[in-house]
Nanobody, 125 residues
Framework: QVQIVESGGGLVQPGGSLRLSCAASGSFFSIYAMAWYRQAPGKQRELVARIITSGTTSGTTNYVDSVKGRFTISRDNTKNTVYLQMNSLEPEDTAVYYC???????????????WGQGTQVTVSS
């Protein structure tokens, strides 16, 4: 099984910063990508940022337009951990942030998506 654990959420004032962490643990053959999604009340879950963690495109990142220039996703492959550095936070960034990993438990298994429980980010004065 693959376990995904997020940390780092909290309450911050507009213009402030937070860093989220996501660690993947357990038994797996490979993790191909990790991403952060968010879901605000009454809205659908949306992809915030993704990073490729293996293969020839390892390190490639992509972001939703609303966070470009403010958020940065990075990874430490030795720890199977990704981070989301969030700067210049806005009230519209308030949401539960979920970490997602695309992983293969064994070489013969299909790639599956694994999710964390989520961490609350609230941007308010």
């Amino acid at each position: 099984q693959v376990q995904i654990v997020e940390s780092g959420g909290g309450l911050v004032q507009p213009g402030g910063s937070l860093r989220l962490s996501c660690a993947a643990s357990g038994s797996f053959f490979s993790i191909y990508a990790m991403a952060w999604y968010r879901q605000a009340p009454g809205k659908q879950r949306e992809l915030v940022a993704r990073i490729i963690t293996s293969g020839t495109t390892s390190g490639t990142t992509n972001y939703v337009d609303s966070v470009k220039g403010r958020f940065t996703i990075s990874r430490d492959n030795t720890k199977n951990t990704v981070y989301l550095q969030m700067n210049s936070l806005e009230p519209e960034d308030t949401a539960v942030y979920y970490c997602n990993a695309l992983a293969q438990r064994r070489m013969v298994d299909a790639v599956q998506a694994y999710w964390g429980q989520g961490t609350q980010v609230t941007v308010s004065s």
